[in-house]
């Protein structure tokens, strides 16, 4: 049985031996599910592969902490080893580190100034439909209120607040096929793109401060498509471009944006995907107290995580945890176990003010 009690980080490399790849998460949530009645007094629910647990204190506010329990595919790196200062194997990064920092917390701080909801959920690293997140949403809301939502996604012991919004389009261009022998009687569709590329070259992007966190964005191709022989001109052509944008824009802002970079070129523009992104929200009282007791180490977070979906829900949310994202996925993932304890100091302060 895992032990709340134990030392974070014997707790995190239990979760990281639990093998639980995204949709495969039923033997952890077994694990985390039993712990949590067994070894604390918290109200605990169970939906599909997610596990939810609270205090039911009375507090003036309630602080959410949400880590996910699926990780990427194994890559030979199970179980865990210690090298050192260093916990290797996967998910230790992202984000079983985090996980057992807030499982620890909630089995041992018996009395916390704000009441505590805990969410374990599933699917984080797959598409966004099958996010338990957003199953938990739809099925229980009144478990997602709060003042303040703490994800412990790997921020390297940085409050990493809101995060950027993101968005995909395919700029397309036709043409006419034609034998490359005879090019001219053709009119090639990978040529225009061309201008589409220059365009993408020349842009400077926009950097944001918002609530001292600044969030660079950026725009980029991320693909290429075209062409069906190696002696035909090519009548179709495509450029994938994501744009990665500051919290300060809406998703129809941000299109709108995009749309105009690429004014006056002959390509059609297609909305594939997006994601709004998080504005940081450090100035309310919860918020404000985390930044506090972390010392003033915030910083923009680069990327989108679930922040966004409290965002949504008008909740303050930031991602601190004692992971690094730049180890996040790799083969040799770790986490320097200092970390993992820093962070419960700082988390502990945090809860018992």
Request: glycine share 10%; with cysteine.
């Amino acid at each position: 049985m895992l032990d709340l009690h134990a030392d974070p980080i014997a707790l995190t490399a239990a979760l990281v031996d639990i093998p639980s790849e995204s949709r495969h998460e039923k033997r952890i949530a077994d694990e985390i599910e039993t712990a949590l009645r067994e070894q604390t007094t918290l109200e605990v629910i169970r939906n599909g592969d997610a596990v939810l647990a609270r205090t039911n204190l009375g507090r003036p506010s309630r602080v959410l902490l949400a880590g996910h329990t699926d990780t990427v595919p194994v890559a030979d790196n199970l179980p865990s080893r210690r090298d050192g200062a260093l916990l290797y194997g996967c998910g230790t990064s992202d984000m079983k580190s985090g996980d057992a920092v807030f499982l620890h917390l909630a089995a041992t701080v018996a009395d916390p100034v704000h009441d505590i909801t805990l969410v374990m959920y599933d699917c984080e690293e797959i598409e966004a439909s099958a996010n338990g997140l957003g199953r938990i949403e739809r099925e229980l809301p009144d478990w997602l209120r709060a003042d303040v939502a703490i994800l412990g996604e790997p921020s390297g012991g940085f409050i990493e607040a809101g995060c950027q919004g993101t968005l995909r389009v395919v700029v397309s261009a036709t043409g006419t096929r034609a034998h490359s022998a005879r090019s001219w009687l053709g009119d090639n569709a990978i040529h225009k793109l061309g201008a589409v590329l220059q365009r993408l070259s020349d842009y400077r992007p926009r950097s944001v401060d918002i609530d001292g966190c600044v969030y660079r964005e950026g725009l980029s191709a991320v693909r290429v498509d075209g062409g069906i022989a190696g002696n035909v001109i090519p009548d179709a052509a495509s450029v994938t471009v994501n744009f990665r944008f500051a919290p300060d824009r809406s998703v129809d802002d941000a299109e709108a944006h995009v749309r105009e970079v690429f004014d006056g070129l002959a390509v059609a523009i297609e909305l594939t995907d997006a994601a709004g992104g998080a504005l940081p929200g450090l100035g309310t009282p919860a918020a404000a107290a985390l930044v506090d007791a972390a010392g003033g180490q915030v910083r923009a977070k680069y990327g989108w995580t679930d922040v966004a979906r409290f965002a949504a829900l008008g909740i303050p949310a930031v991602n601190y945890g004692p992971g690094d994202p730049n180890l996040a996925h790799r083969v040799d993932e770790h986490v320097d176990t200092a970390a993992i304890t820093a962070t419960t100091d700082v988390l502990r302060r945090y809860l018992t003010g």
